[in-house]
Protein backbone atom coordinates (compact mmCIF):
# COMPACT_ATOMS: atom_id res chain seq x y z
CA UNK A 1 0.00 0.00 0.00
CA UNK A 2 1.16 3.72 -0.93
CA UNK A 3 2.55 5.87 1.97
CA UNK A 4 0.36 8.46 0.98
CA UNK A 5 -1.97 8.79 2.88
CA UNK A 6 -5.69 9.26 0.74
CA UNK A 7 -6.74 7.42 -2.09
CA UNK A 8 -9.41 9.35 -2.78
CA UNK A 9 -9.81 13.37 -2.50
CA UNK A 10 -12.84 15.70 -2.83
CA UNK A 11 -12.92 19.23 -3.79
CA UNK A 12 -14.53 22.13 -3.97
CA UNK A 13 -15.16 24.26 -6.20
CA UNK A 14 -15.78 28.24 -6.09
CA UNK A 15 -12.70 29.87 -4.04
CA UNK A 16 -11.11 26.59 -3.77
CA UNK A 17 -10.20 25.34 -7.49
CA UNK A 18 -10.86 28.48 -9.38
CA UNK A 19 -11.68 32.04 -8.00
CA UNK A 20 -14.90 32.82 -9.47
CA UNK A 21 -16.42 35.66 -7.31
CA UNK A 22 -15.44 38.59 -9.77
CA UNK A 23 -17.55 36.39 -12.97
CA UNK A 24 -20.25 35.93 -10.56
CA UNK A 25 -20.16 39.59 -9.52
CA UNK A 26 -20.73 40.41 -13.12
CA UNK A 27 -23.75 38.10 -13.95
CA UNK A 28 -25.07 39.33 -10.72
CA UNK A 29 -25.01 42.70 -11.82
CA UNK A 30 -26.08 42.25 -15.13
CA UNK A 31 -29.10 40.72 -13.57
CA UNK A 32 -30.13 43.33 -11.35
CA UNK A 33 -29.49 45.96 -14.18
CA UNK A 34 -32.22 44.38 -16.30
CA UNK A 35 -34.51 45.01 -13.16
CA UNK A 36 -33.37 48.38 -12.65
CA UNK A 37 -31.73 47.58 -9.46
CA UNK A 38 -28.63 48.67 -7.74
CA UNK A 39 -25.49 46.94 -8.17
CA UNK A 40 -23.74 45.12 -5.26
CA UNK A 41 -20.49 44.99 -4.64
CA UNK A 42 -17.60 42.12 -4.96
CA UNK A 43 -17.20 42.42 -1.22
CA UNK A 44 -20.91 41.86 -0.46
CA UNK A 45 -20.20 38.51 -3.28
CA UNK A 46 -17.41 37.10 -2.49
CA UNK A 47 -19.61 36.15 1.27
CA UNK A 48 -22.35 35.39 -0.12
CA UNK A 49 -20.60 32.86 -1.92
CA UNK A 50 -21.15 28.83 -0.91
CA UNK A 51 -24.75 27.84 -0.79
CA UNK A 52 -25.02 27.85 -4.78
CA UNK A 53 -25.34 30.59 -7.04
CA UNK A 54 -29.82 30.22 -6.60
CA UNK A 55 -28.97 31.53 -3.21
CA UNK A 56 -26.05 34.03 -3.97
CA UNK A 57 -28.60 35.50 -5.89
CA UNK A 58 -31.59 35.28 -3.66
CA UNK A 59 -29.25 37.38 -1.23
CA UNK A 60 -28.19 39.90 -3.57
CA UNK A 61 -31.76 40.71 -4.38
CA UNK A 62 -32.67 41.14 -0.72
CA UNK A 63 -29.69 43.44 -0.24
CA UNK A 64 -30.40 45.84 -3.04
CA UNK A 65 -34.66 45.69 -2.14
CA UNK A 66 -33.97 45.87 1.36
CA UNK A 67 -36.38 42.96 1.90
CA UNK A 68 -35.69 39.47 3.26
CA UNK A 69 -34.53 36.31 1.08
CA UNK A 70 -37.56 34.87 1.79
CA UNK A 71 -39.24 37.13 0.77
CA UNK A 72 -37.65 36.90 -2.79
CA UNK A 73 -38.06 33.24 -2.61
CA UNK A 74 -41.40 33.39 -2.26
CA UNK A 75 -41.94 35.79 -4.68
CA UNK A 76 -43.43 35.54 -8.08
CA UNK A 77 -40.89 37.64 -10.23
CA UNK A 78 -37.99 35.55 -8.17
CA UNK A 79 -38.49 32.64 -11.30
CA UNK A 80 -37.58 35.17 -14.31
CA UNK A 81 -35.15 37.00 -12.28
CA UNK A 82 -33.39 33.27 -11.84
CA UNK A 83 -33.80 33.25 -15.52
CA UNK A 84 -32.23 36.14 -16.19
CA UNK A 85 -29.30 35.32 -14.10
CA UNK A 86 -28.64 31.67 -15.78
CA UNK A 87 -27.99 33.62 -19.58
CA UNK A 88 -25.68 36.15 -18.09
CA UNK A 89 -23.76 33.65 -16.23
CA UNK A 90 -23.53 31.34 -18.82
CA UNK A 91 -22.15 34.19 -20.99
CA UNK A 92 -19.63 35.43 -18.26
CA UNK A 93 -18.18 32.07 -17.32
CA UNK A 94 -14.46 31.90 -17.92
CA UNK A 95 -13.88 35.47 -18.15
CA UNK A 96 -12.75 36.75 -15.73
CA UNK A 97 -12.26 33.51 -13.55
CA UNK A 98 -8.90 32.13 -13.05
CA UNK A 99 -7.29 29.03 -11.61
CA UNK A 100 -5.38 28.92 -7.95
CA UNK A 101 -1.73 28.83 -7.93
CA UNK A 102 -0.66 25.21 -8.75
CA UNK A 103 -4.15 23.72 -9.23
CA UNK A 104 -3.63 21.79 -12.51
CA UNK A 105 0.14 20.66 -12.05
CA UNK A 106 -1.22 18.81 -8.72
CA UNK A 107 -4.50 17.43 -9.87
CA UNK A 108 -2.43 15.94 -13.04
CA UNK A 109 0.08 14.73 -10.07
CA UNK A 110 -2.49 13.28 -8.11
CA UNK A 111 -4.11 11.39 -11.06
CA UNK A 112 -1.07 10.06 -12.37
CA UNK A 113 -0.51 8.46 -9.34
CA UNK A 114 -3.68 6.23 -9.30
CA UNK A 115 -5.96 8.72 -6.62
CA UNK A 116 -9.50 9.50 -7.47
CA UNK A 117 -10.82 12.85 -7.69
CA UNK A 118 -14.20 14.36 -7.43
CA UNK A 119 -15.62 17.61 -7.17
CA UNK A 120 -18.37 18.26 -4.95
CA UNK A 121 -20.05 21.74 -5.03
CA UNK A 122 -23.28 23.68 -4.32
CA UNK A 123 -22.71 25.31 -7.47
CA UNK A 124 -26.14 24.27 -9.69
CA UNK A 125 -25.07 21.52 -12.56
CA UNK A 126 -25.10 23.77 -15.39
CA UNK A 127 -23.02 26.10 -13.81
CA UNK A 128 -20.17 23.75 -12.60
CA UNK A 129 -20.06 21.84 -16.26
CA UNK A 130 -19.32 25.72 -18.11
CA UNK A 131 -16.79 26.91 -15.28
CA UNK A 132 -14.69 23.68 -15.43
CA UNK A 133 -15.14 23.22 -19.41
CA UNK A 134 -13.87 27.10 -19.43
CA UNK A 135 -10.34 25.84 -17.63
CA UNK A 136 -10.13 22.35 -19.32
CA UNK A 137 -10.50 20.99 -15.72
CA UNK A 138 -13.48 18.33 -16.07
CA UNK A 139 -11.13 15.68 -17.53
CA UNK A 140 -9.14 15.95 -14.67
CA UNK A 141 -11.81 14.58 -12.42
CA UNK A 142 -13.29 11.27 -12.33
CA UNK A 143 -16.49 12.36 -10.64
CA UNK A 144 -18.74 15.47 -10.51
CA UNK A 145 -21.47 16.53 -8.02
CA UNK A 146 -23.02 19.54 -7.66
CA UNK A 147 -26.01 20.84 -6.00
CA UNK A 148 -28.41 19.76 -7.79
CA UNK A 149 -27.37 16.44 -8.53
CA UNK A 150 -28.60 14.93 -5.34
CA UNK A 151 -31.69 15.56 -3.19
CA UNK A 152 -29.40 17.37 -0.99
CA UNK A 153 -25.98 19.53 -1.13
CA UNK A 154 -23.38 20.69 1.57
CA UNK A 155 -22.87 20.42 4.55
CA UNK A 156 -25.24 17.35 4.33
CA UNK A 157 -22.73 14.88 3.71
CA UNK A 158 -24.54 12.41 0.80
CA UNK A 159 -22.35 13.29 -1.51
CA UNK A 160 -19.18 12.02 0.47
CA UNK A 161 -21.39 8.51 1.27
CA UNK A 162 -22.13 8.53 -2.43
CA UNK A 163 -18.12 8.78 -3.56
CA UNK A 164 -17.01 6.46 -0.99
CA UNK A 165 -18.94 3.76 -1.77
CA UNK A 166 -18.62 4.59 -5.89
CA UNK A 167 -14.77 4.00 -5.85
CA UNK A 168 -15.00 1.62 -2.57
CA UNK A 169 -12.75 3.87 -0.68
CA UNK A 170 -12.76 3.64 3.54
CA UNK A 171 -13.50 7.34 5.22
CA UNK A 172 -9.80 7.09 6.56
CA UNK A 173 -8.75 7.45 3.15
CA UNK A 174 -10.79 10.17 1.87
CA UNK A 175 -9.92 13.76 2.05
CA UNK A 176 -11.60 16.73 1.56
CA UNK A 177 -9.97 19.96 0.33
CA UNK A 178 -11.93 23.25 0.58
CA UNK A 179 -12.27 26.86 1.88
CA UNK A 180 -15.59 27.14 4.45
CA UNK A 181 -17.04 26.56 7.35
CA UNK A 182 -19.68 24.66 4.76
CA UNK A 183 -16.61 22.24 3.71
CA UNK A 184 -15.37 21.74 6.93
CA UNK A 185 -18.76 20.92 8.28
CA UNK A 186 -19.18 18.30 5.03
CA UNK A 187 -16.39 16.69 5.77
CA UNK A 188 -16.52 16.42 9.87
CA UNK A 189 -20.59 15.56 8.75
CA UNK A 190 -19.15 12.87 6.28
CA UNK A 191 -16.74 11.51 8.82
CA UNK A 192 -13.64 12.35 6.56
CA UNK A 193 -10.36 14.42 7.27
CA UNK A 194 -10.53 17.87 6.26
CA UNK A 195 -8.02 20.37 4.85
CA UNK A 196 -8.90 24.07 3.97
CA UNK A 197 -6.92 27.18 1.81
CA UNK A 198 -7.29 30.26 3.08
CA UNK A 199 -7.44 32.36 -0.13
CA UNK A 200 -11.40 31.33 -0.62
CA UNK A 201 -14.90 32.48 0.63
CA UNK A 202 -15.52 31.71 4.20
CA UNK A 203 -18.35 34.33 4.65
CA UNK A 204 -15.49 37.35 5.88
CA UNK A 205 -14.32 34.71 8.59
CA UNK A 206 -10.74 33.31 8.79
CA UNK A 207 -10.49 29.68 7.84
CA UNK A 208 -8.51 28.40 10.99
CA UNK A 209 -12.01 29.00 13.21
CA UNK A 210 -13.58 26.74 11.79
CA UNK A 211 -11.18 24.13 12.50
CA UNK A 212 -10.22 21.86 9.67
CA UNK A 213 -7.54 18.84 10.13
CA UNK A 214 -4.89 21.26 8.16
CA UNK A 215 -4.64 24.71 6.79
CA UNK A 216 -1.99 24.51 3.95
CA UNK A 217 -0.79 27.42 2.05
CA UNK A 218 -2.03 26.66 -1.52
CA UNK A 219 -2.52 22.80 -3.79
CA UNK A 220 0.99 22.22 -3.88
CA UNK A 221 0.74 20.73 -0.43
CA UNK A 222 -1.09 17.98 -1.61
CA UNK A 223 1.59 16.38 -3.31
CA UNK A 224 3.96 16.49 -0.38
CA UNK A 225 4.52 12.67 -0.06
CA UNK A 226 2.91 11.45 -3.43
CA UNK A 227 4.81 8.48 -4.97
CA UNK A 228 5.73 8.77 -8.41
CA UNK A 229 5.05 6.81 -10.63
CA UNK A 230 6.91 3.78 -12.05
CA UNK A 231 7.38 4.19 -15.66
CA UNK A 232 10.38 1.59 -15.49
CA UNK A 233 8.44 -1.52 -14.69
CA UNK A 234 7.94 -3.50 -18.17
CA UNK A 235 5.17 -4.08 -20.22
Not at 40 to 55: A, K, L
Not at 80 to 86: K, M, S, T, W, Y
Not at 134 to 146: E, M
Not at 187 to 197: D, E, P, Q, Y
Request: hydrophobic fraction near 40%; charge should be negative.
Amino acid sequence: MSAFPYDLILFDLDGTLIETAPEIADAVNDTLSRFDLPAVTQPQVNDWIGHGTRELLIQAIAATGNTTADTVRQSDSFKLIEAEFGKHYQRRCGTRSRLYPHVRETLQALRAAGLKLVVMTNKEGRYTRTVLDAHQLAPLFDHVISGDTLPVKKPNPAGIADCLQRFGVAPGRALFVGDSSIDVATARNGGIAVWALPYGYNMGEPIEACGPDRVIPDFSALTTGLPARDTTAST
